[in-house]
């Protein structure tokens, strides 16, 4: 599936700085740019990360699957713009034109973590300065950090990103030192006494906590789907984790939905072998503001499962703007009760913040309060309501480790204005120590954003500099 953009579109650009792929065009600079009514998505290259529809101020940019009959036209508009340019113009280069700063007397840097926000920042680096001299630190022996691990191998376009790193991890300016734990085997103070500058790229795989009983059978979605792609990759077949087989996710992001597929695939099954056959997803966000992707309810709806929507009371329309609300009303209206003939149901269960966790009946019981739609405000007016299930799985978002000197903000992310590390007691930038990827954006968006994520800070580190 491609992403496909509609006519309202005002080439504003804020897609082709997102997309990790290049293929949105005509670029500003490329020949039709001025005359095009609206730009193209290549459907050849596109890779379905869905950072371009996330970045488009006009909402312009949907998931082929999701166009109406009238906007299909936009999808062979787009097809056919592409056939025409492969015919009548050499190969294309679209990278969007970035400001090469002056050049001046070596630059070191020394990047903390190797995952997709690193690499953007080191190629960023190289593409500006030929002087810059940049050491990345790794704790692991591997480049790629979330996306060589925990993303799945279903999305083959976004794990077949691992070859971006080839050419600036291979350029002579940039060392790279594996195994190397900064804050254990190298002290932060160490590379600020050593570099011009610092960037943390350290990423935020660490779930946040929730207080659960020791004998909860409770789990981590990070580690769960790590260990069944991993798994999977290695041909040994599904992970057997779970207590039984109702199990509750908690979360309502692309994370609990790559979970439930990895559960419909059978790749994750109960600790005695057998299928799981119920999952909940628990979502604090309201049905009419989903924090998960149409490409993830759209994969999860290819398999042979039935899908239950709960919008906790609040009504969603099936003529609202956004597509995947309209398709979550869809279900609550067609499909609220379960038809259980599939042999897994997922419910999504929407507007619910868990409060507690306790064991019971051998199994675990989660208590919910409703979520008003503002997102904040809790209703008082709602009872709490109880869910049980064998076993729970957390997808509740993701913060920084705590480093000894790198002050964290209360959403778990580096404290930071637009990738300058701020102190939050001072409010006053920390000089040469800067942050990008999930570290700076608490644990939010694709690693196709990561990409202008880094040019952002890399343009901070020129700005302070005056040249690199
Ligand atoms: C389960 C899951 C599935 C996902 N699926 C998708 C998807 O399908 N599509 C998509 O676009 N995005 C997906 N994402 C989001 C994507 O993984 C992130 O956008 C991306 O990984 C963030 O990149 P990063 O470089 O900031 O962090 P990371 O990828 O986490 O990289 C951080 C690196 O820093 C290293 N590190 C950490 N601490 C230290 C230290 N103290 N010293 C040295 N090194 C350190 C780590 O080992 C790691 O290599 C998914 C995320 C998760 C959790
Ligand atoms: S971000 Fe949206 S409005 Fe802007 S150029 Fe891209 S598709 Fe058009
Ligand atoms: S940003 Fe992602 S979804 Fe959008 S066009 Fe590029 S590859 Fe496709």
Known sequence: MSYVILGHCCKDGSCLQVCPQNCIHPAPGEPSFATVEHLYIDPATCIDCSACADACPAQAIKPEAALTETEQV??????????????????????????????????????????SAAMYTVRELL???????????????HLGGLLRTAVSPDHRGIRQMMRLFDIPF?????????????????????????????????????????????????HQAIDALT???????????????????????????????????????????????????????????????????????????????????????????????????????????????????APLSVELVFGREVI???TADGGIRLRTEQVAAGGRVRLTTVAAEDLSADSVIMASGFVCEPMPG?????????HNHQGRVVSPVSGETVEGLYVVGWAKRGGRGGVGENRRCAAQTVNMMVADRGAI
């Open 356 to 358: 507690a966790l306790t």
């Open 406 to 414: 790198v002050p964290l903000g209360a959403d778990g992310a580096v």
């Open 170 to 218: 291979a350029d002579p300016r940039v060392q790279t030192r594996f195994d190397t734990r900064v804050g254990v085997e190298v002290t932060m103070e160490f590379l600020r006494s050593r570099y011009d500058a610092v960037v943390l790229a350290y990423g935020a795989a660490r779930p946040r906590e929730i207080t659960a009983p020791a004998a909860a059978d409770v």
């Open 127 to 141: 593409q500006r300065s030929t002087s810059v001299q940049i050491t990345v630190y790794e704790q692991s022996p």
């Open 227 to 341: 260990s069944a792609h991993a798994a999977h990759a290695a041909g040994s077949g599904p992970i057997r984790l779970v207590a039984g087989p109702t199990v509750m996710i908690i979360g309502g992001g692309n994370v609990a939905f790559d979970v439930a597929m990895s559960i419909a695939k059978q790749r994750i099954l109960t600790q005695s072998g057998a299928p799981i056959t119920r999952v909940v997803i628990v979502a604090r966000s309201p049905a009419s503001r989903p924090s998960f992707t149409f490409s993830a309810l759209y994969e999860l709806s290819q398999h042979d499962v039935d899908i239950a929507v709960d919008t906790g009371g609040t009504p969603i329309s099936d003529v609202a703007a956004d597509p995947l609300v309209r398709r979550l009303a869809a279900i609550a209206r067609d499909g609220g009760a379960l038809a259980r003939s």
């Open 74 to 115: 936009y999808a062979q508009k787009s097809s056919t713009y592409f056939d025409l340019l492969a015919t009548t113009r050499p190969p294309r280069t679209s990278t969007p034109a970035i400001p090469i700063a002056l050049r001046s007397s070596s630059f070191r840097v020394a990047v903390v973590g190797a995952g």
